[in-house]
């Protein structure tokens, strides 16, 4: 299967500062991607679609000032949530589409705690 | 109404056991249907996906579409407890892919 990196793994950080996740696929090209967040033992929640070369696509109630999206190569898409605070701590997961029938191959996930 | 709907369980059974996962979807537009296995504090990992009614089988998991009904189950014989994770149901219609809840499974040894 399709294989997607994060990095980093996990982060903390100050409350305030901002963070930047990155989701690289690694032996395929991906002009989409995906950033989830999840809370611990709920499902996954799709924050926003990430195209290549293009604005990225917002769900309704995530604030794309907050959480930048950036999808400059067809192997790279970057998350940064700026101004982080506490309530921001979550498991953030990347997903690209791949595969015969546009399957989602998902990263490893990013551990984030906000102090 | 969820347009993918599953149990969270928890659902609990002992090594050797029959485990049957399922879930229902509203969608009439879902095409493609996925099962993700995702371990505690991991990434969740593709395990199946089918396209049309019927079953497809992958070593000991049979994943199961019945369209009629929008029921999708996914089965797992000879349960281990490294089958012990949380099973997602998805399905998809074209560029969105709609997730369940996800089902928790502990497997006994």
């Known amino acids: 299967g399709a294989v997607v990196s994060q990095h980093p793994s996990w982060v903390i950080c100050k409350s305030g500062t901002s963070v930047k996740i990155e989701c690289r696929s690694l032996?395929?090209?991906?002009?989409?991607m995906f950033w989830y967040r999840q809370f611990p033992k709920q499902s996954l929640m799709l924050m926003a679609t990430?195209?290549?070369?293009?604005?990225?696509?917002?769900e309704q109630g995530v604030e794309k000032d907050k959480f930048l999206i950036n999808h400059a190569s067809l192997t790279l898409s970057t998350l940064t949530v700026t101004s982080a605070h506490p309530e921001d701590s979550s498991f953030y997961i990347c997903?690209?589409?791949?595969?015969?029938?546009?399957?989602?191959?998902f990263g490893p996930g990013t551990r984030l705690t906000v102090l | 109404q969820k347009e993918v709907e599953q149990d969270p369980g928890p659902l609990s059974v002992p090594e050797g056991a029959i485990v049957s996962l399922n879930c229902t979807y509203s969608?009439?537009?879902?095409?493609?249907f996925m099962w993700y296995r995702q371990y505690s504090r991991k990434g969740p990992e593709l395990l199946m996906y089918t396209y049309s009614s019927g079953n497809k089988e992958d070593g000991r998991f049979t994943a199961q579409v019945d369209k009629s009904s929008k029921y999708i189950s996914l089965f797992i014989r000879d349960s281990q407890p490294s089958d012990s994770a949380t099973y997602l149901c998805a399905g998809t219609g074209g560029f969105k892919t709609i997730f369940g809840a996800g089902t928790r499974l502990f497997v006994k040894a």
């Open positions: 997903s690209a589409l791949a595969g015969t029938y546009n399957e989602q191959f």
């Open positions: 032996d395929f090209q991906a002009t989409t």
């Open positions: 990430s195209n290549e070369g293009s604005k990225a696509t917002y």
């Open positions: 969608n009439s537009a879902f095409q493609y």
